[in-house]
Structures are given as C-alpha cells and as structure tokens.
C-alpha cells in the first residue's frame, strides 16, 4: 500500500476542497477497507475534517473493519482518535460458509476481534451476517445468528446474498458446483431472525437493520431519509442539492488529479427533478420501519402524497405489502420480502 | 425454330440431391450462359430458396443445344418443387413436360418424396430419364442405387446415366439422351390457342406474369385472352421467354414454353393450372382439371407489438399477390390482439411465410400452433368448417367431426420397421401394406423397404417428421398426400390461468391424449410464468372436465438487501429495469406472463 501517504495527502485536499464550512452529524470511514490505514493516517484525516468543517461535538463516527485485518493495538489506538461505532463484517460464524465468500478470517477471529474492540472501550458495534447462502438451512443460519447475538452487539445487518454476475460464486452456480439460492429458504431464514431478535430486544428499524433502543445508525438513516451526504475519496458517493454525484473509482486517476490540485470528473452525475426526489425520497423512505409521513412528504415537496399515489397505494394495501398508519404509509413484514414490487410501482 | 427440335422436360429430384447444380451446369454446358456468368444455382432466385436448398416458384428456362450430329434443340427446363407442400404445384409442371430428368443421389438412394413425383411423372406420361447424381463422392454406391432403380421403376442399368453434377462428368451424355428420348412436344399450331398455366408471380409493372406451355395454337402480343377455369380476361401486354434473362418475343408457337405479361393485379385471378384460350373462337376443352390448391394447414399469425397490425396486413397483402395459396382471415384474440387466421399448403409453406414476414418485412410475430381445417357437423344438421380451435362448438352441440387424412409413404432401412410401426401407430396410422425396394450395402441395415399408410394429416403436424428422422438415426425418409376427410374422434382442449381460459393456448385433440397433452401444457407454464404476489392455478380443461392442473406458489421474496449512499443510483436502475420489465408482460386476468411464455406454450408440441 506504497500509494497509501499519497491517497491521504489527495483526500485532505479534497476535504479542504468540498467539505469547508459544512456540519457534520457523522462521518463513515467505510466502503473498502479503511483498516488498512494506520492509525496516524486515520488521524491525518479527521484533523482535515475538523480543520475544515464543523464535525458536531455528539457526531457518529463509524469505522469499518473486516475480523482478520486487525492487529491489537489498533482498535485502541483509532478510538482514541474519537472513532465511537464500529462495524464488524463478520459474515458468517461457519468456516465452510467465510471460504465460501472468500474471507480470509475465522470464526475465532471474529470473536476475538469483537472481544479486542469491547476490551479498547466501543461501546457501539455493528456486525453483519449474510443470509441465503447456498448450501444454508433455517437451522445453519438460526446458528450463526445465536453466535451472533451470545456477542450481544447493539446493531445487526443481515444481508441476502445476492449473485453478481462476474463474480466467482455467481460462476460456481452456474457451473453446478455450487446450489442455487433457495429463495424459500432465503425467506424463511429472514423471517426467523425476525422473531428472533425481536425477542432479543432489537428494533427492526430497516429492511436489513436492527438496532437496540437508541442505537440506530444515524448515518445510513442519512441515506433512506434521502437527505444529503458528501462521499470523499476514490468511488466516493454524494448527495448534494439534489444531484446524485460519484467520484471516479480509479484510483490513479483520483491521485492523478489531485496531485495537481485538480478535481476529478464526476463518473457519475444525476440531478434528480421534483417527480424523481419524490419517487426515491418514498422508495428510501419506506425501508424504514416509520415508512414516510404524509407530513414530511409535504413539508419537503409540498406534495399530497396520499391522493397522488392513491391507485399504487391502494393496490399495495390491497396486496397486504402496504400498511396505512400514524398520517403515513410504510411496508407490511410481506411487504418488506417483497420490497421491491412495491417500490417499482412509485416510480415516474 | 420447329416443333420437333423442341424438348421440354424438369428434374425430379429430393433435397440436396443435386438438382439446382445440375440445372446450373446444363445451362452453362449448352452455352446458354458462360461459366463467369454463372451465379451459383440460378434458378433459385429468392434469398429464401437458396438457403433452404429447395425451390419455391417454378421457372422455365430456355437453353440451345448443338447436339453431336450437328442439329440445333430448344431445351426448356422448367424447374419443379422439391417439397411435398407444393405437390399440386410440381403435378402442373409435370403436366406441362415431355420428358422427366429424375436425379438420385449415389450416397443415398431413392427417397419418398423423389418417388411420389415419379409416380406422378409416369401417370402424365413423362419419358423418365434416370440419373445417378454425385458418382463422385466417395461415399457413392452405385450397385445399390442401380439395384433400386431396377426393382422400384424398372429401368435397366444401361437406360440409368451416371453423373457428377458438381464436375459436369456425364452431362453431355445426358444432354444428347435428353434430344435422344424426350419426345416432341406434339400439339397443332392451327388450333385455337390451348396453354397451361403453371407458375406466375406478380411484377409491379406488367402485373401477373404467367408462366404457361402452349399445347395448341400460339399466342402473340396483344392477344385477348380467356382463363378457361377461373373466367378471367386479360389482354397480353408481352411474350416471351428466359433465356435465363427475360426475353421478349413476338410469339409464342405450338410446343413453346415461355411467359405472357396479364397486367393482371394479383396471382389468384390467374391461377396455376388453368387453361389458356382465346377470348373468342376458344377451344372447348381445358388442357386439364383446374382446381385452386387448397389450404390444409391453418394457424394464427399475430403481431408482437400489437401496434404493428397494420404492418402486418399489408405485409399479407404484398405477400399474397405472389402466392395463390396463401389464404388468410382477420381475426382477433384478447390476448393476442388483431392478427389473421392463416392457411398454408402446408408446414413448409407457413415456415417459409413466417420467415419472410420476418425477414423482408421485419415483423416479429407470434404464430399459434398449427392445426387442420374440420368439417364439424352440429346435431342441428349445421356443417361448418373450423379452422381455429375457438370456433369449435360446445361438446354437446356436435354431431361428428371429419378431419383431413393423407396417405404416407415411408421409405426406411428394415431395421428400423418396428421403430416406424410403433412411431405411426401412436399417431393413428393405419398399416397398408410394405414393399421391399433391395438389399442395402450395409448388412446390418437389412434391406430399403416401402411402408404404406393412412394418417391424420393432423399427426403429421407435430413432431412426425422430426421423430421419424431420429428414430430411424436420419435413414427414413416421408412423403404424403391428401387422401381425403375421415370421421374424427376430438376435443378442444383448453389452458386457464386462475380460471380465465387463454384462447390462444386452446388445441384440438384426441380426448385419450387429454391427460399427457394437459400435463405438458400446465407443466410448461409453470416452468415459464414468473412467481407472482398470489398463488396461480394453472389447469387444463376439456369443458368443464379438468385434466390437469399445476400451482405457481406466491412469490415471497424480492428484496434488495443493501442500500446505502453508494447502491442508490445502481439500485435504482434495477427498479426501473423492473417497470420496464412488467410493461412487456401480457396479463391473464390478474397474472402477468412473460412473452416468452406464451411462445414455449405456442410451440409446445
């Protein structure tokens, strides 16, 4: 990682570039794996963000980490730069399951990993567990779930597993070596860790995530309340005044550019009009277990969303995917399986 | 040029067996083109034809032969369709010759179709002259095929030339047998004019064009003539000949064989097989019968996008100028939408018109599975003619049902009689009677034999002729005629998805198949249907009998897991892709099913 000082030089010049003056209520150091810094580097990068911006005094700062990259003193040493939440990709408890997805850690790993971070004083830690692997059960993955909760995090992600083309999972299937997904099964694990970690005291605050009490993730809440967001570095995602922006992810072409104090093209840039900040603020919206307010839609659009969405509204209702409560609507536990055929319905 | 020096003869010949190479080297041979002239096989001249390797549309070309004894001939080879569909078309070809070439491959004998238009060749007389094709491959065994000819047609080893189309080896010997053994055309020049029509096709700026053969009389430009069978009346705008190029010419004498220009608007006002006369001081008697090719294969042809109707009839239209036999009705279908009932001559002939639907109009279209026309009497003594499953009447109000039959002819290796027997019995053949043609070069195959049936035409529909060919490792081969309507025992059966019957699934069966056919039909679907929010039952139904039925369970998951700042714009496309996805989708009731869908139900055999 000989580019690493130069990734970090290039990132503070854009943190001075796009984020002076902006209020922070959190900061992820996420989507890659930003264990690979050191904890100087770490450092480097939040006296950027506190130079430049106003990150608040009660912010959430989220860390990354994946079990099998951490040596001990690092988990000590970046919560003493104020990094407060952690977020542990755990995966699977199973050996056969990780060498599956290609990980490199174990489940002895993992835990040790969890106990190193309680022991280094976080006291907000998230692990995420796949679901719908080939070759699982109810049964496998009520396991992997109990090994999960016995670590008593105060958030769970559980992700489906979902085939990529191109990747090598999605090539073992195709080629039989691998089963397909069972979507049956897949189904049926979900709707096992509902009630599992509803009785466990977890809040299913989102389609694929549970928080105790108070520990929801202010920053993804960002996301699916569709409020704005700055993304920095290489393959970095913003929302900004309603354009939907992304960074190159070429990391040459991301060090190139700023070695010459020049920004990037954006490899993406969409502006979102009216009908298509209404469409996805609802679609976000409704991952939510609070779904959206009629409220707040009109608040925010000056849009009744209610009579403009009548036929869709009803529909979904109709087909036991929608619930109508509190002035809002939000997704039945049918209509959180089947998400999506609710939300295709609310675009333009 | 005289009567007697005139030689009009065709080539039989089955597929691939070397009939558009040896029409080609017979034209460069004579000199009638020169060898960098030739475009390879010129008497196909559609696209279609060449990649097919058979020829739709008869032709006629005129070729000079300075024979060895120094006499100057006018050949006319007129050209003949290879495919069973167009046997009507091939009988008036035949009907308009001397003489017969019939070609038959070294490598692989006498075939079933070959032999039917030899039948028909000896019936009108036709002086046959037999050719062994491809003697130069090594795979050529010449014995046995000589063997064949010796025991099927009878001709001696010394009457049969041997030939390499490919290399021109042999062919200026079958040249001087051609002027040798063909007869002239007989025929008297001071009679009123009698021609037979046996091609035509429609140019935009001479109208028709009708290929005819003068028996009697002459025709010349500007003539008022007279269809003796369908009554139409045109004036000749033009005569001629193709040489292959077309030539005009003042006239048309007794024993010609050329083209007149009708200014004729469609094909089916002049119609092959009927008899040409003048409009007044005509002859009495036709050459021969005329009767219009009939249509024995119906299916319905319907736009994809059902926008495009319009497309689509006009494509019919332009099509049907050129094709008489092509029949065709509106009709309309809630799930298909406006498209047209159609009839062909048969499979080959509704493959070929799908395809240049697709190809020279690009169409994409949906074509329901192909049925028979049914005589269907009601018990209130009504008799109706249904070619759409839909039209059938309820059970009760039907007194009997008469479907067409054909007579078919197998020609297989020994080996496989018990294979063949057993495939036509479970298509309700009925055995005639089995002729030996000669021992075959390989032992184990045991001998070629001739096996003799009657079959619904309706069977032969199906997967027949695949089966036929992969039962018997590819060594059988088939050919049928119309023999007639028998009594029929069938049902309509019927496809409903969460009770709502789907009209364009409904077939005509025979009710002992009802379970099997059903099985399939619901089995396919729900392979093909997409789980949806709700269960869907699928059944098969004649009436009100249910023969089948198959559950499509609710669909219970559709999730995107992960969606973060990142996933957004990526997720979102996913969605729109799935709008757009349920857009195409055509709707059963409540259900949405997937185009392809309804086309693996279409095609399901």
């Not at chain 2, 050719?131 to 000819?149: C, F, Q, T, W």
Request: with cysteine.
């Amino acid at each position: 990682m000989d580019c690493l000082p130069d990734y970090v030089k290039c990132l503070r010049k854009e943190i001075k570039s796009r984020a002076s003056g902006l209020y922070f209520h959190s900061l992820y150091f996420g989507g890659g794996t930003p264990s690979l810094l050191s904890p100087s580097q770490v450092a480097d990068i939040l006296a950027g963000i506190r130079t430049a911006a106003h990150l608040l005094p009660d912010a959430e700062i989220t860390f990354e980490a994946n079990p099998g990259t951490l040596a001990l003193p690092y988990l000590p040493e970046i919560k003493s730069l104020g990094i407060n939440r952690l977020s542990l990709g755990i995966q699977s408890f199973s050996g056969a399951e990780l060498t599956m997805l290609g990980r490199l850690h174990n489940a002895a790993k993992a835990r040790q990993a969890y106990k190193q971070a309680r022991a280094a004083g976080f006291n907000n830690i998230s692990l995420d567990l796949i679901y719908g692997l080939p070759d699982s059960s109810v049964s496998s993955f009520k396991k992997n779930l109990a090994e999960a909760l016995a670590l008593a995090p105060e958030h769970i992600s559980l992700y489906g597993l979902t085939l990529e083309e191109d990747t090598p999972m999605y090539r073992q299937v195709q080629e039989g070596l691998l089963p397909e997904i069972n979507a049956e099964t897949a189904a049926d694990q979900y709707q096992a860790a509902e009630d599992i970690l509803a009785k466990a005291g977890y809040r299913h605050y989102e389609i694929s995530n549970w928080a105790k009490p108070g520990y929801e993730s202010r920053h993804n809440l960002t996301y699916w309340q569709n409020r704005p967001y700055l993304g920095l570095g290489a393959a970095g995602h913003s929302f900004l005044e309603n354009w939907r922006l992304a960074n190159t992810s070429s990391l040459d072409e991301y060090l190139n550019r700023w070695q010459n104090d020049l920004p990037p093209t954006p490899s993406e840039n969409i502006y979102l009009d009216l009908e298509n900040q209404l469409a996805e603020t609802i679609i976000l919206g409704l991952r939510l277990d609070k779904g959206i307010t009629a409220e707040d839609i009109e608040n925010r659009f000056g849009q009744h969303v209610m009579d403009k969405y009548f036929p869709v509204i009803q529909e979904c209702t109709g087909l036991g995917l929608l619930e109508k409560s509190d002035g809002g609507i939000s997704l039945t536990p049918r209509g959180r399986l089947l998400s999506n055929e609710v939300f295709w319905r609310f675009l333009p | 040029m005289s009567q007697s020096a005139t030689r009009n003869f065709c080539i039989i010949a089955h597929i691939d067996h070397g009939k558009s190479t040896l029409a080609d080297r017979l034209i460069e041979m004579t000199g009638t083109l020169r060898h960098d002239e030739m475009c390879e096989q010129v008497m196909d001249s559609m696209e279609l034809e060449r990649e097919r390797g058979i020829t739709i549309k008869a032709k006629a070309i005129r070729l000079r032969y300075l024979s060895k004894d120094s006499h100057e001939y006018r050949l006319n080879l007129i050209d003949t369709p290879g495919h069973v569909d167009f046997s009507y078309e091939v009988s008036r070809t035949i009907a308009a010759c001397e003489g017969a070439i019939l070609v038959i491959d070294a490598t692989q004998g006498i075939q079933a179709q070959t032999l039917a238009n030899v039948y028909l060749a000896i019936e009108y007389n036709l002086e046959i002259i037999p050719v062994i094709n491809k003697i130069d491959l090594p795979g050529a065994d010449i014995p046995r095929v000589m063997g064949e000819i010796k025991s099927v047609l009878g001709y001696d080893e010394d009457a049969v030339i041997q030939i390499s189309a490919k290399l021109g080896l042999g062919v200026p010997e079958l040249l001087e047998a051609i002027v040798a053994r063909v007869p002239a055309p007989k025929g008297d020049g001071k009679l009123p004019l009698r021609a037979l029509i046996f091609d035509s096709h429609y140019d935009p700026y001479k109208g028709v064009v009708a290929y005819l053969r003068v028996a009697d009389g002459n025709i010349n430009k500007g003539d008022d003539l007279r269809l003796m069978g369908q009554g139409t009346e045109f004036k000749v705008l033009e005569a001629g000949y193709f040489a292959p190029a077309q030539v005009a010419a003042l006239r048309l004498d007794v024993g010609d064989v050329g083209y007149v220009a009708t200014g004729l608007k469609s094909v089916g006002e002049c119609r092959v097989g009927d008899t040409v006369t003048l409009q007044h001081g005509g002859a009495i008697q036709p050459l021969i019968g005329y009767h219009p090719a009939k249509a024995m294969v119906f299916a319905g042809i319907y736009p994809t996008q059902t926008d495009d109707y319009h497309e689509l009839r006009e494509a019919m239209e332009k099509l049907s100028l050129n094709d008489a036999s092509l029949s065709y009705e509106p009709e309309s279908s809630p799930l298909l939408g406006h498209g047209f009932r159609c009839g062909f001559l048969g499979l080959l002939h509704l493959d070929i018109i799908v395809e240049r639907l697709e190809r020279e109009f690009n169409l994409s279209l949906v074509v329901t599975s192909p049925g028979v026309s049914l005589t269907v009497t009601r018990t209130s003594g009504e008799v109706l003619t249904v070619v759409n499953p839909n039209e059938m009447p309820l059970p009760h109000e039907i007194a009997s049902i008469e479907e067409p039959w054909v007579s078919v002819v197998i020609i297989t290796p020994s080996k496989y009689i018990g294979t063949v027997m057993d495939l036509v019995r479970e298509n309700y053949g009925v055995y005639k009677n089995t002729e030996y043609l000669g021992q075959l070069a390989m032992s184990e195959l045991g001998q070629r034999v001739q096996l003799h049936y009657d079959m619904p035409l309706r069977s032969i529909l199906t997967t027949f002729h695949d089966q036929l060919k992969s039962r018997t490792q590819g060594y059988a081969s088939l050919d049928y005629e119309f023999v007639g309507y028998r009594i029929a025992n069938l049902s309509k059966i019927d496809v409903l998805v969460n009770d709502v019957a789907v009209d364009a699934f409904s077939r005509i069966i025979p009710p002992d198949k009802a379970h099997e056919i059903g099985e399939a039909l619901v089995k396919k679907l729900k392979e093909m249907i997409p789980r949806q929010l709700y269960q869907v039952t699928l059944q098969a139904a004649i009436g009100s009998k249910i023969v089948a039925r198959a559950d499509i369970s609710a669909k219970r998951k559709d999730v995107i897991a992960k969606c973060y700042g990142g996933d957004i714009t990526r997720k979102r496309k996913l969605l729109d892709k799935q709008k757009e996805g349920k857009k195409k989708m055509r709707q059963i009731g409540k259900v949405e099913v997937p185009k392809e869908a309804f086309l693996s139900v279409l095609k399901l055999q």
